[in-house]
């Protein structure tokens, strides 16, 4: 199993930045993706970044040039840099863990609060 930690949500005006940070333990040699995802009040949750083992990343195109995910492997950690947020990027932000054993499973982080203003 693995476990997953966010840390760095809160409050802050639009145009502002926030740093998430994504902290994992137990099996985590099975780790092939780390990412964030993210879910709106009445919307379905939504993919936010990725970045693989081999650090190729993917960013959804609602934040493409605004966030970007980085890894620190022997931290066993992950984090999202969101610049010039906005309004719309309100959401409780979820860390996610890709794991290969004998199939392939997500695992979830409790999630994070994140709360733009204008």
């Known amino acids: 199993q693995v476990q997953l930690v966010e840390s760095g949500g809160g409050l802050v005006q639009a145009g502002g930045s926030l740093r998430l940070s994504c902290a994992a333990s137990g099996d985590i040699t099975c780790i092939v993706a780390m990412g964030w995802y993210r879910q709106a009040p009445g919307k379905g949750r939504e993919l936010v970044a990725t970045?693989?083992?081999?650090?190729?990343?993917n960013y959804g195109d609602s934040v493409k040039g605004r966030f970007t995910i980085s890894r620190d492997n022997t931290a066993h950690t992950w984090d999202l840099q969101m610049n010039s947020l906005k309004v719309e990027d309100t959401a409780v932000y979820y860390c996610?863990?890709?794991?290969?054993?004998?199939?392939?499973?997500?695992?979830w982080g409790q999630g994070t609060q994140v709360t733009v203003s204008s």
């Open positions: 996610n863990a890709g794991c290969k054993g004998w199939g392939y499973s997500d695992h």
């Open positions: 970045i693989a083992s081999g650090g190729a990343t």
